[in-house]
């Protein structure tokens, strides 16, 4: 539906958002279960987190790819205390601070 008057455009997206705002969720759901959706979700949590890294993109690819801690070399994602967590120097704010990939025991312990 094309609007030349921006107003309009933004009044239209916005009635069509609350009319079909259970649609949308719905979609929302069950994008963030697919492949780039689960991506665009991890990345959106990592920089919440303060995780600063120069390719968002190459750090997926590295934390999808890494099996063990860089630390106790444990098989990640085992139970718990074996979640795979990226570790970062939380005192840097801003440059890159991504330092390994950790189970959640480890990262815990160095902080
Ligand atoms: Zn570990």
């Not at 609007?3 to 455009?9: A, L, Q, R, V």
């Not at 570790?87 to 990262?107: A, G, K, Q, Y």
Request: net charge neutral; aromatic share 10%; glycine share 2%.
């Amino acid at each position: 539906m094309p609007y030349k008057d921006p107003e309009k455009k933004k009044e239209y997206d916005r009635e069509y958002r609350l009319k079909n705002i259970e649609k949308i969720k719905e979609y929302e759901r069950e994008y963030r279960k697919t492949p780039s959706g689960k991506k665009s979700n991890a990345i959106r949590k990592w920089r919440h987190r303060g995780i600063i890294f120069y390719d968002y993109d190459l750090l997926y690819d590295i934390y999808t790819h890494t099996t063990h801690c860089d630390e106790c070399e444990c098989l990640l994602n085992q139970c718990d205390r074996s979640r795979k967590c990226v570790d970062h120097d939380h005192s840097i704010t801003d440059d890159e601070n991504v330092r390994n990939i950790l189970c959640l025991s480890c990262n815990v312990e160095r902080g």
